[in-house]
């Protein structure tokens, strides 16, 4: 027979919140383990009401969806708690975003308890990145985009612990627009823009493995000969499922929690 721990078991999830948080600054170079750490001792200093699992070791119910690579920032992050009790959203707006680090802030809150229909994952098919080019032409930038986009497939190599994966960057592009921002910003504290700065709209659909912001860079550089004198500066702006009443040259996203405000 299993052993279970002593005491009574853990209160249960009464209600399910939905969270889009941002993670700017420094932070974007935190790994999303260093964030849900922080999230947790958020919790923790804040007072709300988590529910845990079961067992030896309870853990909190805190769950994520699709975290940025490290060295990113973002301001469309998900991810769902569930609580022991009742609380209001703006209530656990304000007392996360006053126990997280200056970097991260709650964007947005919301009740899933009793919503129907899809899961977080289920709502999220896209991500919509925006990639800042210093130094580098508008020209050079539509050039390289021109060329990617012309070929069916464009494969390149990453590199993981497990040896070297290549990935078709080609097939997960959606859309790509190219503008160009000659005082695009920098993140506070990076310097100023020394010329002019291209910037790429571009959404890329989720798959497996996931095509990241560094491999279009790639893409880019192998197949348009795109040269980056200084290191691209990308954010995720938002995630979501695809929108198919938008242009088809510039998708946009619905917000995974939009409905749920309703």
Same mark, same amino acid.
């Given at each position: ?52 699992? &079961? ?12 975290? &940025? ?118 993140? +506070? ?20 493995? &996931?095509?990241?912001?560094? %491999?279009?860079?790639? &893409? ?26 938008? +242009? ?6 619905? %917000? ?7």
């Amino acid at each position: 027979m299993s052993r279970q721990p002593d005491g009574p078991p853990p209160p249960p999830v009464v209600q399910r919140l939905r969270i889009r948080y941002a993670k700017r600054g420094r932070l974007r170079f935190t790994s999303h383990r260093d964030i849900a750490r922080a999230f947790e001792r958020a919790v923790r200093r804040s007072g709300v009401p988590i529910a845990f699992s &079961a067992g030896f070791s309870p853990h909190p119910k805190i769950s994520y969806a699709g975290a &940025a690579p490290t060295g990113v920032g973002s301001e469309a992050e998900y991810l769902e708690i569930g609580l022991a009790q009742v609380q209001e959203p703006d209530q656990v707006r304000t007392a996360l975003d006053r126990a997280l680090p200056p970097d991260i802030e709650i964007v947005d809150v919301v009740d899933a308890t009793t919503s129907a229909g899809s899961s977080l994952a289920e709502r999220i098919e896209a991500s919509r990145w925006q990639i800042s080019l210093p130094d580098v032409p508008l020209t050079d930038a539509c050039s390289a985009v021109e060329a990617l986009l012309a070929r069916p497939s464009a494969p390149v190599e990453r590199p993981t612990k497990d040896g070297t994966r290549t990935i078709d960057v080609r097939t997960a592009l959606v859309s790509v627009v190219v503008g160009d921002a000659p005082s695009a910003a920098r993140e +506070p504290g990076e310097g100023e823009m020394n010329a002019g700065c291209a910037t790429l709209d571009v959404v890329v659909q989720h798959a497996t493995p &996931a095509v990241r912001p560094d %491999d279009i860079l790639t &893409a880019l550089r192998l197949f348009g000969a795109l040269s980056t004198p200084v290191a691209p500066v990308v954010t995720r702006l938002a995630q979501g499922l695809i929108d198919e009443t938008s +242009p088809t040259d510039h998708r946009r996203l619905l %917000d995974p929690l939009k409905d749920l405000t309703s």
